[in-house]
């Protein structure tokens, strides 16, 4: 995998002088149908002897038009660049959208992108692309513009899937309704958390379930419930098949904020430091209040070996 060059902002980029091919949009979740946009420029910059970069931005622009119900991202911005460097991206421009920035016009939009990457050869884009004060420029008006400045543009048909174009929106109420299958067949690979292990009040290895409990606060939250799910780690052992609860646990106590609780199906090589990734395979049950502990024990138990099942274990 690439690990990107990042660059907070158009004016910070510090490239070779070779053709730059350039996808631009927010790509939430770099979906199969962004997919199509970023590896354009990739095999446009790999035929060319450039360099395959993606300008984001962020926050997304809903931060700033409306606060109050702003969209909630799929992947964070780390998560985001590992999954451009995933498709071969060499480099990420994050710049950031101000009200500057919104008030640029569309007209104006490609000449101050040409300014600050002046080796600029190609720009890739959706076909729903918009760009400018008022979102203003479209498809058609990108060709126009980049013409002038003799820069090619290519323009990705959206992708379908059932019937549908596939979307960010999409996906993110696939995530908020605990349909991790659905998700992943739009996503094209499987939701995953990451973080840190940390320690936890060992409520669950009294019980007999010990669980890793994960430092992971998604700006979109998924479904509270119990999943079946896959943990690894940089440890070589593979994606080991596990069940999770991730929720405010209301039967122990009535959190405030959520928390990702794993129990591994087979024996658990990670503890407390040690950063994994925890991939969401399917939704079991929503989370509710038990009436003890004992009650909440059983469940689990129930919860284990339906998470057994889906894996095929015995």
């Known amino acids: 995998m690439i690990h990107p060059a990042q660059f907070d902002g158009l004016d910070r ?4 002088p070779s053709p730059l091919h350039v996808a631009i949009g927010i790509f939430d979740g770099v979906h199969l149908g ?21 300008l984001t931005f962020a926050p997304h622009p809903s931060v700033l038009f409306t606060p109050d119900n702003p969209v909630r991202m799929i992947l964070d911005l780390p998560s985001k660049i590992a999954r451009l460097g995933s498709l071969g991206v060499e ?37 729903n692309f ?4 008022g979102r203003k420029g479209d498809v058609a008006l990108l060709i126009q513009e980049c013409r002038r400045h003799g820069i090619s543009v290519f323009s990705a048909p959206r992708v ?11 996906i993110r109420d696939r995530i908020q309704q605990g349909d991790m299958k659905g998700a992943a067949a739009l996503l094209g690979y499987v939701y995953t958390a990451e973080g840190t292990v940390v320690h936890g009040k060992h409520l669950g290895r009294t019980i007999g379930f010990p669980t890793l409990n994960l430092a992971w606060s998604p700006d979109l939250r998924p479904l509270y419930g119990v999943y079946a799910v896959r943990v690894s780690g940089t440890k070589s052992y593979g994606w080991l098949p596990a069940v999770a609860n991730y929720g405010l646990r209301p ?35 929503p989370e509710r209040k038990f009436a003890d502990v004992d009650e909440l024990r059983a469940q689990i138990g129930r919860d284990v070996a339906a998470a057994r099942a889906e894996f095929s274990l015995p």
Do not use: M
Not at 13 to 16: F, I, M, R, S, Y
Not at 111 to 121: C, D, E, G, Q, Y
């Open 13 to 16: 980029v510090a490239l070779p």
């Open 34 to 54: 962004h997919r199509v946009v970023i590896e354009s420029a990739v095999q446009s910059a790999r035929h060319s002897g450039g360099v395959p970069v993606v």
């Open 91 to 127: 480099a990420v421009v994050v710049q950031p959208f101000t009200r500057d920035l919104a008030a640029v016009t569309a007209e104006d939009f490609v000449p101050l992108i040409k300014r600050h990457l002046p080796r600029l050869a190609g720009v890739y884009v959706g076909d």
């Open 130 to 133: 918009r760009f400018g004060k």
């Open 160 to 170: 379908n899937l059932d019937g549908e174009p596939i979307s960010s929106t999409r």
């Open 251 to 285: 039967t122990v106590e009535q959190a405030v904020e959520p928390r990702l609780e794993v129990h591994t199906l087979v024996a658990c090589p990670y503890g407390a430091g040690d950063p994994i990734a925890v991939e969401w395979v399917r939704f079991l049950r």
